[in-house]
């Protein structure tokens, strides 16, 4: 690491250390944290953003090439700069000693640091590289599978998914079976299946590389495709019995199944303890079962999936909050369009409808209402020993789904710089090509800078993840400061395509829309900053 960025990066960590230790005695170690949200949350983001840049730092030190170096230096210079302004204008709720801050983000050898890092001779370097290699990801993996991995999923992806995920989200179509044949061939539905159950256990590393190169080429047609069955999967790995993973898991992993994720419904978002779903014990035909009745609420992909992961109430008392909650594997026939009705033989039915929206198309995400549709008692995961434990099953897929979103917002905005370093250097203005003029490098420079942060991040939380598959933390932050480079990146971008970047032949416009979803699911950004983040970093001693 150089010098600078190690200077810069340790006062960074110092100050949020102290800051962190001074927010976990005005929050009564995380326990008030609703009574102080606005600070705890400025806290969760800086935490997140020192952690982001020591990834990036880590990075740039093992690679030391110039430009990895620049990056490393300019994202620690800016995250300090406005750490500091944020401390200044909050300088209460902070409770930090003026000494603290005097030797650290203002000690004048770190502030020299702090302004030469962040010069924009070298964010307009880093934007030059940009538009000379025209975006290209080339970025060092660590370890071989990783590398061989991305390789093979850019090719599929630039082959077999660019063509068509145009078409796809202007006509609003669902992805063809072509591609879910392809991917299964792969091997991608499977990539977190253990072995023993006919997956390929990659580790997180290589699926979220693979996520990546798929999200380059369409979030909704290809990148996402992949977090339904790693959400089932790590739920069945955590709380499944031995006959229920060597029931579901085989036929995942092969792309057999197509899995669907119902949590949310229409008066139930956040607060997923407050499920009203019902699931009702009772015999069908001599099986005994539950019979799930009530509405769901954007439950992607639910028309064409063959199975739902479905979070119902299984004790009627409210007052139970998660303890109620048990989580089933739902049994349905795989429909095409935009709505859809299932009726059981035995009377049950779940209607779908799909809702409109402005960009993620190629799965369409569904309102359901389920009337006693019925699935028998083996169907609960855990069996008896699952009842009341549907809650913490569902977060502990949440936190893989929420790790494989950082890789899909990696990709989302490396489509963006690619496309914007290519269109930069083609659209000429005032006699010149857009990408000559000082600021549009400047801007390539910073969304490059940001975008390496955010995967760096995101490859150090999955290496976590890979060593210890409990960890919530990393993942969580991971998913919110990538979600957020990708729809600044996808957005900057869009500005410098000028007009044609509302175009919607310009696909700049489809990675714009597209990204604007990723801080919404899997833990909306502001609950995901407060009741994940800043909990687990204010409630720890
Ligand atoms: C395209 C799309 C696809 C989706 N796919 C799926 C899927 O496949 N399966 C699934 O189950 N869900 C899915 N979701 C749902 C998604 O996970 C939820 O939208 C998300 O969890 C937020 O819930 P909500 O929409 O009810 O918002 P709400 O919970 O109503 O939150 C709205 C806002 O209220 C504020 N707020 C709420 N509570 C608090 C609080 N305690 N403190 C401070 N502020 C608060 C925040 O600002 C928050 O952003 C999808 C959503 C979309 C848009």
């Given amino acids: 690491m150089s010098t600078e960025t190690h200077g810069i990066v340790g006062a960074v960590r110092t100050v949020v250390d102290a800051a962190l230790e001074a927010g976990r005695a005005r929050t009564n170690g995380g326990k008030a944290i609703d009574e102080h949200q606005v600070h705890a949350e400025r806290l969760a983001y800086a935490a997140t953003e020192v952690a982001a840049a020591e990834a990036l730092a880590a990075y740039a030190a093992e690679r030391s090439d110039a430009t ?21 204008t909050h300088w209460d709720d902070f409770g ?24 924009e001779s070298r964010l307009r370097e880093i ?17 071989d599978m990783a590398e061989m991995a991305r390789d093979s999923a850019r090719q599929f992806a630039r082959k077999e998914v660019s063509p ?51 999200s380059t080429a369409s979030l909704a047609s290809a990148g996402s495709l992949i977090t339904r069955p790693e959400i089932l999967t790590k739920a069945l790995c955590k709380g499944g019995t031995e006959a229920q993973k060597q029931r579901w898991l085989p036929p995942v992993a092969a792309g057999e199944l197509m899995v669907g994720i119902s949590v949310t419904e229409p008066d139930t978002g956040s607060d997923v303890a407050s499920v009203r779903c019902r699931a009702e014990r009772g015999e069908q035909g001599g099986t005994p079962g539950w019979f799930i009745s009530g509405a769901k609420a954007w439950c992607t992909f639910a028309g064409r999936a063959n199975v739902l992961a479905l979070l119902a109430r299984t004790n009627p008392d409210l007052a139970l909050g998660a303890k109620g909650l048990s989580l089933f594997v739902v049994p349905k026939d795989a429909f095409p369009g935009h709505d859809f009705e299932m009726r059981q033989p035995g009377g049950g039915t779940m209607h779908g409808k799909a809702d409109a929206t402005p960009g993620y198309r190629g799965m369409h995400s569904f309102t359901l209402t389920f009337d006693r549709y019925f699935v028998p008692a083996d169907h609960l995961i855990g069996e008896a020993a699952g009842e009341g434990k549907g809650f913490a099953l569902q977060m502990q897929g949440f936190a893989a789904g929420r790790l494989q979103t950082g890789g899909r917002a990696c990709g989302v905005a490396q489509a963006a ?31 490059a800078t940001h975008l390496a942060a955010a995967r760096q991040f995101t490859y150090a939380a999955a290496r976590a993840m890979d060593a210890d598959e409990s960890v919530s933390l990393e993942p969580s932050m991971a998913k919110l400061f990538a979600c957020d480079v990708a729809v600044w990146v996808t957005q900057e971008g869009q500005l410098l395509h000028g007009g044609w970047g509302y175009a919607e032949e310009f696909a700049i416009s489809r990675y714009v829309v597209d990204a604007q979803v990723l801080p919404i699911f899997e833990g909306v950004k502001p609950i995901l900053e407060l009741k994940v983040i800043a909990r687990g970093l204010l409630g720890r001693s």
């Fill in 68 to 88: 990895s170096e620049r990056m490393a230096a300019a994202f620690a210079g800016e995250i300090a700069s406005k750490l500091r302004s944020s401390i200044e």
């Fill in 127 to 143: 934007g030059a590289e940009v538009l000379r290699t025209r975006g290209a990801n080339n970025g060092f993996i660590d370890g």
């Fill in 164 to 214: 068509i995920a145009e078409r796809i989200h202007r006509h609003d179509e669902l992805v063809p079976e072509s591609i879910l044949r392809a991917m299964a061939e792969l091997g991608y539905f499977g990539m977190s299946v253990p072995e023993a159950y006919g997956g390929q256990g990659m580790g997180n590393l290589v699926m979220i590389v693979i996520t990546e190169e798929l």
């Fill in 417 to 447: 710089l690619e496309t914007t370093a290519t269109y930069t250097s083609e659209r000429k203005q005032f006699g010149r090509p857009i990408g000559d003029f000082q600021l549009t490098q400047y801007k390539l420079g910073r969304m």
């Fill in 96 to 119: 930090l000693e003026p000494a603290l801050l005097a030797s650290t983000l203002g000690h004048p050898d770190v502030v020299r640091a702090m302004r030469a890092a962040q010069h």
